[in-house]
């Protein structure tokens, strides 16, 4: 990623606190997103200018689409 080898080190997440954030498309639609941290990793001897410790985050985000006037009609569910 950086053309380089850096060192790191894993910090493991002891407990953490994910929100969904709710947005309003212009399209009629409402979307849930929410980025999901996988790994936290501490970038060793690097700090930013006010002396706080470079992080590294690998995250994947989560969408949910709560209404949409685009959804399509679920043909598969059939009740007998």
């Given at each position: 990623m950086f053309g380089h080898d850096i060192p790191v080190t894993d910090v493991p997440?002891?407990?953490?606190?994910e929100r969904f954030l709710q947005y309003k498309l212009?399209?009629?639609s409402i979307?849930?997103?929410?980025n999901v941290a996988?790994?936290?990793l501490r970038?060793?001897?690097q700090y930013l200018p006010?002396?706080?410790?470079?992080?590294?985050i690998i995250s994947n985000p989560?969408?949910?689409?709560?209404?949409s006037p685009h959804k399509k009609a679920n043909?598969?569910?059939k009740v007998n």
């Open positions: 997440v002891v407990d953490h606190e212009e399209d009629g979307i849930k997103v929410k996988t790994s936290v970038v060793d001897d006010d002396g706080s410790p470079v992080y590294l989560v969408v949910s689409v709560v209404s043909d598969t569910l």
